[in-house]
Every structure is written in structure tokens, then in C-alpha cells.
């Protein structure tokens, strides 16, 4: 079965930077579209992020210049190079397949605020 285990969340002040880990397994991950998803409070969830299995990358305009998303395929690892975040960066964050999803994993937890 296919299994999502993202990490790396926590408190940090606006400006500040977190990096987040998605670790995949049940699936062939080096051949899979890959993407980042945030749900904030009272809200619905998110496109964040996308990369491609040959790199290719896409963000949400709220987050481009800021985030970066990146893939290790020898590791099937996923990440999320947040910096200079921002109160509204608060939420959720989750990974998943993006042209194949199933089930979302825990997510993990970033919490933005002076």
C-alpha cells in the first residue's frame, strides 16, 4: 500500500525557514508526479507545489520566490524548502502523488507566528 510520511514541521517566526521531508513508499516514487499540499484552519486544502520525474516544478503563485520543492529518487523522498515565511504559511502540509492520489498521510504541522 502506498504511504506518505511527511516531517520537518514546527513554530517559527514570520521570516523565518523550515524544511519539510515526504517519505514515500509502495509505489514506483522516481515515476510519479509529486506534490505538496497545505489545509489551513477552516479552510480547504491546497495546491502548493508540484515536481515532476524529470524536475519540472510548479508553484502557487502565494508561494513562488518563497518555497522550493525538490526530490531525491535514489532516497524516494520528497522535500519543501520553505523560507521567508509568513503568517498565512500556517496550515497543514501534506504530500501526495498528484496524478494518482489516494489517501492523505498525518501531515505535518507548520505554525508561523511572532
Known amino acids: 500500500q502506498v504511504q506518505l510520511v511527511e516531517s520537518g514541521g514546527g513554530l517559527v517566526q514570520p521570516g523565518g525557514s523550515l524544511r519539510l521531508s515526504c517519505a514515500a513508499s509502495?509505489?514506483?516514487?522516481?515515476?510519479?508526479?509529486m506534490g505538496w499540499y497545505r489545509q489551513a484552519p477552516g479552510k480547504e486544502r491546497e495546491f502548493v507545489a508540484s515536481?515532476?520525474?524529470?524536475?519540472?516544478?510548479t508553484y502557487a503563485d502565494s508561494v513562488k520566490g518563497r518555497f522550493t520543492i525538490s526530490r531525491d529518487n535514489t532516497k524516494n523522498t520528497l522535500y519543501l524548502q520553505m523560507n521567508t515565511l509568513k503568517l498565512e504559511d500556517t496550515a497543514v502540509y501534506y504530500c501526495?502523488?498528484?496524478?494518482?492520489?489516494?489517501?492523505w498521510g498525518q501531515g505535518t504541522q507548520v505554525t508561523v507566528s511572532s
Open positions: 515536481i515532476t520525474s524529470g524536475g519540472t516544478t
Open positions: 509502495g509505489f514506483i516514487f522516481r515515476f510519479n508526479v
Open positions: 501526495n502523488r498528484v496524478n494518482l492520489r489516494g489517501s
